[in-house]
């Protein structure tokens, strides 16, 4: 359903930050033009020059800006100057999409209750790496993917949507990467849609939506 807003409610603007082929990328471009996001991806910043998710970017006429990480001597240089470019964009809202890098501390509090991840799986269950191959491993019978806020715990940021995909005997990790890339470009635009009109937010280290603490909620794909 497309959003229906009070004209004074400002569109939010938004930074997405990627390494890769950009699909969430491209679901959370599709939500804002079709009108089920309240706001506008304003940048796309890549760590890598051949990330296909920069031309999805330029297709869409929005700003695309690479910066390579291995121009930076260490982590923190390479952060403050990722900082510098955000926030040249004035952004309400950060969107980890496929980056492949862990923030500093010092990134992760300046963006406090404003920066937000996608991960493929159902958290707590396999942070870092790897995760189908893992999820394959342990013969899980469910997987799926969490959006997040960000905090300074690696994947350990308070859980805001969740959903998830039933794993079948015959799956592979190509397979099973598949369905949870349907269930990831599901729930993400709806938890930026959330965002953009003001639902969502985090107090201390709750995620809240309509003020109130969000128990866990998830969404299957069946």
């Not at 997405?16 to 950009?22: P, T």
């Not at 862990?102 to 269950?125: C, D, E, F, K, M």
């Not at 859980?159 to 099973?176: A, P």
């Not at 985090?202 to 309509?210: G, N, V």
Request: glycine share 8%; proline share 5%.
């Amino acid at each position: 359903m497309v959003l229906s807003l009070p004209e004074k409610l400002r569109r939010s603007r938004m930074v997405v930050l990627i390494s890769g082929n950009g699909s969430n990328l491209q679901a959370i471009i599709d939500a804002c033009h079709e009108g089920h996001i309240f706001g506008d991806v304003v940048a796309v910043i890549s760590n890598e020059s051949s990330a296909y998710g920069l031309n999805r970017a330029k297709n869409a006429g929005i700003e695309a800006v690479t910066l390579p990480h291995k121009d930076f001597p260490t982590r923190a240089d390479y952060d403050s100057a990722l900082s510098q470019h955000i926030d040249g964009f004035e952004p309400d809202l950060i969107v980890l999409a496929g980056f492949m890098r862990i923030l500093t501390a010092n990134t992760v509090r300046q963006y406090r209750g404003r920066i937000i991840n996608i991960h493929p799986s159902i958290l707590p269950l396999y942070p870092g790496l790897n995760t189908h191959e893992r999820a394959l491993a342990d013969q899980v019978s469910t997987h799926g993917a969490t959006v997040h806020f960000v905090t300074e715990a690696l994947d350990g940021g308070p859980i805001i949507l969740q959903g998830r995909v039933k794993v079948l005997d015959n799956d592979s990790e190509e397979t099973l990467a598949a369905k949870v890339h349907v269930v990831e470009h599901q729930i993400y635009p709806k938890v930026i849609a959330w965002f953009s009109t003001g639902r969502l937010g985090m107090r201390e280290d709750t995620a809240l939506l309509d003020d109130t603490p969000i128990n866990l909620r998830i969404e299957s794909s069946d």
